[in-house]
């Protein structure tokens, strides 16, 4: 496999994949199938396709990719409310990358910049911060997308901001919890998983504890890895060792940075700033509790309080983007895949985040 080139240990990761292979073949000779198993870590997604992996491991372990990319996931009347907000005057938008090319019902925030409107891309929602203090005639707004990985850096960025006594600055909040999404997923019993591998980066804020309601609710196991080619292996291995002697567990592959607690810091700060809400998801609907909003306390940074937007029902395309989100089909599947939507034109968000299913598909696995 071309890319296993890249490895740093290239002997290790073709070891570990014909280990994978050959469990891969005794689950499939017991349970008459291959193992279905699904990430929910747009980094994972990638990281998967990227390898080589998803495609070498294709005949021997099904492996599906989940919610697990912010910008994939934020629903189209979202998407459609922050481009409208950036149209309000004396106002700068900041946002990460990603979000400026996501294409809304009219238009994308990559339009409205062209068009005039002030809207700057960050590397972290600190730098959101500094340009609010720049800017003191400007009111600026900073799109809060992410998972529990970023909702702790948005918080660093509020409290930077009530520090500073800045009256100018203000989070639209858009965030998304993985364990709601994981539990609406299991409940609607629409697609059937093995086993979850579990995301690294949110596991080292949360913590391996808070996954042990796959084995407590659901009786399904997880690991959590990281996101070298061998390491996605391992996980792989562990997830097919318990499925082979029937038992659940939650286990933690990637000791190194994740611990059972997680960042109590972190937590500690999204408690004290935010509070649970109802969020809407892509092709899922509301979720009850699936996101954070900013606390009463903290209204005034709260852009959904200061700014009133107001957006009709989204214009519907053929996008998939909703059930690619759910595991139900892979982008091969959307007749607009490589068709009418690439990256360099993308129908969904799916096709143009750095993390999304179809563009990982699109960079990785076209033509295979
Ligand atoms: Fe949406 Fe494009 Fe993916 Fe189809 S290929 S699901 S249009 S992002």
Redesign the pocket.
């Known amino acids: 496999m071309e890319s296993l080139e890249t490895l740093s240990d290239p002997a290790l990761a073709r070891q570990s994949l014909e280990a994978v292979v050959e469990l891969a073949g005794e689950f499939k000779k017991k349970f008459g199938r291959v193992p279905v198993l699904m990430e929910v870590c747009g980094s994972h997604t990638m990281a998967f396709a990227k390898s080589g992996l998803k495609t070498r491991l294709k005949d021997h372990v099904r492996l599906i990719a989940g919610p697990g990319c912010p910008v994939c996931v934020t629903d189209q009347k979202s998407i459609d409310a922050m481009i409208q907000l950036a149209e309000g005057s004396n106002r700068i938008l900041c946002t990460f990358g990603d979000m400026m090319r996501v294409p809304g019902s009219r238009v994308s925030l990559m339009n409205s910049k062209t068009d005039g409107k002030d809207i700057r891309v960050i590397y972290s929602p600190l730098d959101s911060v500094k340009i609010a203090e720049e800017n003191p005639d400007k009111e600026v707004i900073l799109l809060g997308i992410g998972f529990e990985t970023t909702i702790p850096i948005l918080t660093l960025a509020i409290r930077e901001a009530e520090r500073k006594e800045l009256k100018n600055y203000s989070v639209w909040m858009t965030t998304k919890l993985v364990e709601p999404v994981m539990r609406a997923l299991l409940d609607s019993g629409e697609v059937k998983l093995d086993g979850f591998i579990l995301p690294g980066h949110v596991s080292v804020v949360l913590g391996k504890k808070s996954f042990d309601f796959l084995v407590e609710d659901y009786q399904i196991s997880g690991v959590i890895t990281g996101f070298e080619p061998v390491q996605l292996l391992s996980g792989i291995y562990k997830l097919l060792e318990l499925l082979l002697e029937n038992k659940f567990d939650v286990l933690n592959d990637y000791p190194s940075v994740v611990k059972d607690e997680g960042n109590l810091t972190a937590q500690k700060l999204l408690k004290q700033y935010l509070r649970l809400h109802d969020e809407d998801w892509r092709g899922m609907g509301s979720i009850p509790g699936s996101g954070l909003v900013l606390k009463e306390e903290y209204a005034q940074f709260d852009a959904k309080k200061r700014y009133e937007v107001s957006v009709g029902e989204p214009r519907k ?5 909703g059930e ?1 989100i759910r595991g139900l089909i892979n ?1 091969e599947s ?1 007749v ?2 490589n068709k ?2 690439t990256p360099a034109h ?6 143009v985040s750095t993390e ?1 299913t ?1 563009a990982a598909h699109y960079q990785y696995m076209r033509g295979e």
Do not use: N
Not at 317 to 321: A, H, S, V, W
């Open positions: 395309t053929k996008c998939r983007c690619i982008p959307c607009l895949f009418g939507c993308p129908i969904g968000p799916c096709m999304g179809c």
